[in-house]
């Protein structure tokens, strides 16, 4: 943020200082933030699901260790993302563990 001029009161055409923002910071933005959270809360669901899959019906070893790589990667980047909501003051009614 920082001050911009050329700014005038309607009424009076006074100057007025006003702070813009100069440029957009990604990491303050929070419906981004919480759009990946929730696709990382969904792979994180889709991947337990085809773990529980893959050893009810006996699959390979390789198959079953990919789909545990996939549900911890997507759980860090979920509990990454919360500290991040958490961080910049966002509701978060619910701990990321709620959803694992």
């Known amino acids: 943020m920082k001050p911009s001029n050329g700014w005038a009161d309607s009424e009076s055409q006074e100057p007025v200082e006003v702070w813009a923002r100069e440029q957009f910071d990604p990491k303050n933005d929070r419906v981004g933030i919480t759009r ?43 509990e990454e993302l919360f500290r991040e909501m958490t961080d910049l003051d966002m509701d978060t009614a619910s701990e990321p563990d709620e959803y694992s």
């Open 36 to 78: 990946e959270w929730l696709q990382a809360l969904h792979s994180m669901r889709r991947a337990r699901v085809q773990l529980r899959n893959g050893l009810s019906k006996k699959e390979s070893a390789e198959h079953i260790e990919t789909m545990q790589m996939a549900y911890e990667d997507a759980r860090r980047r979920s």
